[in-house]
């Protein structure tokens, strides 16, 4: 049912069209809610959670993936708010609340007295997006990954999240789900990796999500000992080729504002910053 006052309730099966033309409004910035809902049909038992709906007159005008992370879309500051006075009757079930900037910052208001301390909070990260070819030469080393490559992939990728995150993905017992994971990116074709003439792995990166409007990557690495030799950027570059070519036709990511070095990376490859996100970890 709805909440009398502010108008939000679960989606499910019937809200999916009302719930992709919202997303579709801005379909490279909810590319991963987009994305969520159409594999899962907005059914709780495989969103591993729920998807709010708030709606006037009947109409659908803003949502919340609600899930292991709580990503707002489309939301304006009063949605926000009313969104965050449903999970304060909730209580806190997600590990990271991610997504535009001032939707981030006016639900955490929201529920920061009563949810506790987050781990860390990072409230300036670029979204870029770019939806032409690479302004460099790709590097034509870079292809998708098999299961061949764990040995050298799974490392890269535990060192990769450590080094961004600030904790394991092993952490806790978490090894077997999080190679599960990196093996379900392999299987979609959504992983992609650089290895030298000895077999090491140089560069890699993964397409976090994709719908047949945009693609988020995610996990860029260089080891460090490598790092400023002009992998990443010709690497990014070969990445955006194949993902344009064969996934979809707009490539987007998130970085830290502080990252310096990452950001001039992908500015080299094209990149232009089109909105700012936020993150407040748990």
Known sequence: MLTTRHGVRP???AD??????????????NVFADYRATTTNLEPRWLGGEMWGRFEAGDLVAACHVGAN???VSATADDAAAFAERALARGRTVSTIVGPQDAVRTFWN???SSWGQPRESRWDQPHLELAAGPLVAPDPLVRRTT???M????PACVAMYTEEVGVSPEYGGGADLYRARVTQLINRGWSFARFDDQGRLVFKAEVACATPYAAQIQGVFVPADLRGLGLATAGMAAVVQLVRREIAPVVSLYVNDWN?????VYERVGFRETARFATVMF
């Open 11 to 13: 989606l499910g099966a």
């Open 16 to 29: 999916l069209d009302a719930f992709l033309a919202l997303a579709r409004r801005d379909p490279v910035v």
């Open 70 to 72: 709580l990503v707002p």
């Open 110 to 112: 929201g529920v920061a």
């Open 147 to 149: 299961r061949e490559d």
């Open 151 to 154: 040995p050298e992939l799974y």
């Open 260 to 264: 310096t070095t990452a950001r001039a």
